[in-house]
């Protein structure tokens, strides 16, 4: 199984989702950032699972995943032993 890390722009979006989620319902903090990372990890033991996104820019290997209890989508890629974390965003939002 693969272990995960996440790229400085990805931190900083679980930073803001975080501190978002937080000032409205703490509770509700807590239990989408649990499911992200449940998805992440889910993610370590199925990598290829999610398909490569095929869009003008990506760079190869690029893969998106939906976590599906709150809409978020996950951006990562797999080096090596490592799946990087690149971007993650509600899924309302535009990118």
């Not at 996440?6 to 000032?23: H, N, Q, T």
């Not at 703490?26 to 989408?32: C, L, M």
């Not at 990598?47 to 095929?54: G, K, L, S, T």
């Amino acid at each position: 199984m693969l272990r995960y890390s996440f790229s400085r722009a990805a931190a900083r979006d679980l930073d803001s989702i975080d501190e978002y989620l937080s000032e409205r319902n703490p509770d509700a903090a807590v239990r989408v950032l649990a499911s992200i990372v449940a998805t992440i990890r889910r993610a370590c033991a199925f990598p290829e699972a999610a398909p490569e996104i095929d869009e003008p820019g990506a760079v190869p290997g690029t893969r998106k995943l939906i976590e599906t209890d709150y809409r978020y989508v996950i951006y990562y890629r797999v080096l090596g032993t490592i799946l990087i974390v690149l971007r993650v965003f509600h899924g309302s939002q535009q990118r």
